[in-house]
């Protein structure tokens, strides 16, 4: 039996191992997928080899450290700077990054991206300005503070100080506000003059209807939260994990299974 992980701080309340353990059952995979609470990110890998894994999912706050530790880097996780999925390939762990690619799945469904405004500047606004700017649209970042512009440097990045409101099909949310509380990411009146020539809002919070989804939808805008990304990323890890060998759709269907469970 091969088996697989999520690693992370907190990691109780992950429900990769559903996903991951259902999807397994339904296609027949010799399979198990466990949680592992890490406390030191360097460990990671020392972690992943003593346990036998064959593949690892790694969320909040160590994806920056599977990126570095990993013995190779695939391209999309190099040039976004973090990775959530490891995979053994002859006795090397590789680095992968599905946020991105699942990401860019559930926004696609939209419809055609132009433009987008992403609110936040933390690892996940990183990889899904990459992926966006991969598929042809022009990103812009906005955020709170100047102090995570370098990170930034191939896009246009906006500190609230300094940011005027343009035309944009998408806005996302990539901050917690509204996910221990009822904030917004940036002031009420500001959002509503950048949703007034929005179509599409996104959230990358889910379990939790938020006040940013909230007044998009006053707005008339299409909205997502980020259930479908967390699904996405996690059918792209599988394809990851069984090496192709099932179609997305069929992974989806006993994904979608677990997740509604
Ligand atoms: P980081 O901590 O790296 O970044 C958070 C960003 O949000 C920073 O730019 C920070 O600003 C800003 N911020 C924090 N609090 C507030 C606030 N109250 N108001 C306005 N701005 C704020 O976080 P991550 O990028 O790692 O994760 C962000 C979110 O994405 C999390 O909620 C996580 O759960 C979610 N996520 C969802 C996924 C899914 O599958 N749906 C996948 C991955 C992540 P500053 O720079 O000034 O500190």
Known sequence: MDCYAVFGN??????????HNVAFRALDVDGFYGRVLLENGEDLVSEFRVLALRGANITVPFKEFALVLADEQDETAN?????NT??????KIKAYNTDAPGFMKSVSEFGVIKSALIIGAGGTARALAYILAQNGTKVSVLNRSEKRAKNFSEFRFFALAN???ENYDLVVNTTPAGLIDNELPVGEKLLRDVFASSKFAFDVIYGKKTKFLDLAKEMKLDVKDGKEMLLYQAIFAFDLFTEGEFEFTEIKKSMLYALNL
């Open 10 to 19: 907190p990691i109780a309340h992950s429900i990769s191992p559903r996903l």
């Open 79 to 83: 040039a976004i700077g973090s990775a």
């Open 86 to 91: 490891l995979v053994l390939k002859q006795h």
């Open 163 to 165: 940011f005027s409101v």
